[in-house]
């Protein structure tokens, strides 16, 4: 009987105990989960009044980070308007009709000689090269002007509805959005003795700066293997200066006999003290055909 009583009493007395650690247990989780619960509402309380304001300020700054800026137009007008260098005889070197599929010969034998140019181009050729030639060019010292979309003088020049101020303009904003350039420089095919005054007046008005030259290459008459035929041509005409110290301007075009006649005649004309500049849209050098200051 005693032993029954003990048994039962220690039975008793384990099952207490174990009832006691299931309460511990239970009060432990609840208190933990309770725990967890208030220091979640206490943070997202906490965090919607300030921390989370300044998460997503964060936020919208990293995002603005990632997006790049819009680009700025790339200019090659210099900040200080250039001219002839004082003291020295200049010349210009300028080349139309392009961009060509010579172009990124010209650019290396002007680069290597370390003669730097103007070119320009015609609208409908300039899927001939790409942005980063284009940039490229600006990046070298070159200079990009505009020479009209068609090139064809039945319509820039008619009396009726002419398209000068048209196909410049259009060209203008085609090329700024294909290459990132904007030039306002531009040449008129032909020259600009085919403008009305109607027309230079416009030109004026629209913000566009016209450079025409002084020296014909012609090399435009000359077929293939008549390379030295433009070499002769410019050297005859560059003699016709000599001793004026006037700026040469020549015209070039972006032919294959002007390619290999071009490092003879840069040649020559450093052989003759020449120094050679880009023509800019803001060059204080004002060659036109109209001889007028201000176009």
């Known amino acids: 009987m005693r032993k029954s009583r003990k048994a039962q009493t220690a039975k008793n007395i384990k099952s207490s105990k174990f009832k006691w650690l299931i309460a511990i247990v239970l009060a432990t989780l609840v208190l933990t989960v309770g725990g967890l619960a208030l220091t979640s509402n206490l943070f997202t309380n906490n965090a919607s009044s300030k921390e989370l304001l300044v998460l997503k300020a964060e936020a919208v700054s990293i995002q603005h980070w990632k997006v790049p800026p819009k680009q700025q137009s790339i200019s090659s007008a210099p900040e200080k308007p250039p001219g002839p260098a004082s003291g020295k005889k200049v010349v210009y070197l300028t080349f139309d009709d392009g961009p060509s599929t010579h172009l990124k010969q010209f650019l290396e ?8 140019a103007s070119f320009f181009f015609i609208g409908n050729e300039l899927k001939n090269a790409d942005k ?10 070159f200079v990009i002007g505009l020479h009209s979309y068609t090139h064809n003088a039945k319509k820039l020049y008619r009396k009726k509805d002419p398209t000068f101020i048209h196909e410049m303009s259009r060209e203008r904003d085609d090329f700024e959005k294909l290459s990132g350039i904007r030039t306002n420089l531009i040449r008129a095919p032909y020259g600009s003795t085919y403008l009305t005054d109607k027309q230079i007046k416009e030109t004026k008005q629209n913000g566009f700066r016209l450079v025409d030259w002084n020296i014909d290459s012609n090399d ?12 002769q041509n410019v050297l005859s005409q560059v003699n016709a200066y000599e001793g004026s ?24 004309l450093r052989d003759k003290g020449y120094v050679f500049q880009a023509y800019h849209e803001n060059e204080t050098l004002h060659q036109n055909f109209k001889k007028d200051p201000n176009l």
């Open 245 to 268: 110290n006037e700026p040469l301007v020549i015209l070039f075009h972006e032919h294959k006999n002007t390619l290999d006649a071009l490092p003879k005649v840069i040649k020559m």
């Open 220 to 231: 435009w008459r000359y077929g293939s293997g008549n390379t030295e035929r433009i070499y």
């Open 132 to 141: 980063e030639t284009y940039q490229r060019m600006i990046n070298s010292g």
């Open 109 to 116: 034998v002007l680069e290597k000689e370390k003669a730097p």
